[in-house]
């Protein structure tokens, strides 16, 4: 009954290019939608940054292309993320 695995996951798609699998292989790792981590910084931000649904099991090729585009998310007040966080644990518990 773990609830630890509920990532979203974008696995390494055989269609679209990938550096790693043309070289070796792929791996999938985690990208957390809230970053840069540096601005996620006291209690709440860290739990909303770690929060299950903010991370994505990624392909490595992918994870590097959305970090090249450097498009910062905008970061979310501390009730947005206090109401993103309930939201979710609603849904788990229905
Ligand atoms: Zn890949």
Not at 30 to 51: C, N
């Amino acid at each position: 009954m773990s609830s630890k695995r509920h990532f979203e996951e974008i696995p390494c798609n055989s269609e679209t290019p990938c550096k790693y699998r043309e070289e070796d292989e792929c791996f999938e790792d985690i990208h957390h939608e809230a970053f840069p981590k540096s601005a996620y910084r006291d209690g709440l931000e860290k739990r909303f940054r770690e929060h299950v649904l903010n991370k994505v099991l990624i392909c490595r090729a992918v994870h590097d292309d959305i970090h090249a585009q450097n498009l910062i998310p905008q970061k979310p007040s501390p009730e947005q993320m206090i109401q993103f966080m309930a939201r979710k644990k609603d849904t788990d518990e229905n």
